[in-house]
C-alpha cells in the first residue's frame, strides 16, 4: 500500500476520532506515528496513559505490515508491553515500528 491508502485506511480506522494519529513516515521497515495531544489521553499531571502508547504501538505495526504486505488484514496476535521508564508530559509522541515481524518500538518527544 502507498502513503496515500495508509493515510486513508488510518483516518477512516474506527479508532480515528479517539486518538487522532498521524502518519508522520512509512518506510520499508518502519512506520511513523504521531500522537497529537488531546487532554483526554492524559492521566493526572499531563503524562500520556500507558494505554494511548501500547495502541499506538499496534497501530504503527498494522501500518507497517499493511505497507509491507499489502491489504491482507494483518491483526495483533500477541503484544508484550514493558514500560522502562516513567511517562513524560507530551505535546507529541512518536512511536516507531522497527522491522515488522521481529519489533522494537521507541517513543520519542517531537
Same mark, same amino acid.
Given at each position: 500500500m502507498n502513503r496515500?491508502? @495508509?493515510?486513508?485506511?488510518l483516518a477512516t480506522a474506527p479508532f480515528a476520532d479517539i486518538y487522532g494519529f498521524v502518519l508522520v513516515s512509512i518506510e520499508d521497515d518502519s512506520c511513523t506515528l504521531r500522537i497529537p495531544f488531546r487532554p483526554? @489521553?492524559?492521566?493526572?499531571?499531563?503524562?500520556?496513559?500507558g494505554p494511548v502508547c501500547m495502541v499506538?504501538?499496534?497501530?504503527?505495526?498494522? @501500518?507497517?505490515?499493511?505497507?509491507?504486505?499489502?491489504?491482507?488484514?494483518?491483526?495483533?496476535?500477541?503484544?508484550v508491553t514493558?514500560?522502562?521508564?516513567?511517562?513524560?508530559?507530551?505535546?507529541c509522541?512518536?512511536?516507531?515500528?522497527?522491522r515488522p515481524g521481529g519489533?522494537?518500538?521507541?517513543?520519542r518527544r517531537c
Open positions: 496515500e491508502e @495508509l493515510e486513508r485506511t483526554v @489521553l492524559e492521566r493526572p499531571g499531563g503524562i500520556i496513559a499506538a504501538a499496534d497501530v504503527s505495526m498494522w @501500518l507497517a505490515i499493511k505497507a509491507r504486505y499489502g491489504d491482507e488484514s494483518p491483526l495483533t496476535s500477541s503484544m514493558h514500560f522502562v521508564g516513567r511517562g513524560r508530559p507530551f505535546g509522541v512518536v512511536p516507531r515500528q522497527n519489533t522494537t518500538v521507541d517513543f
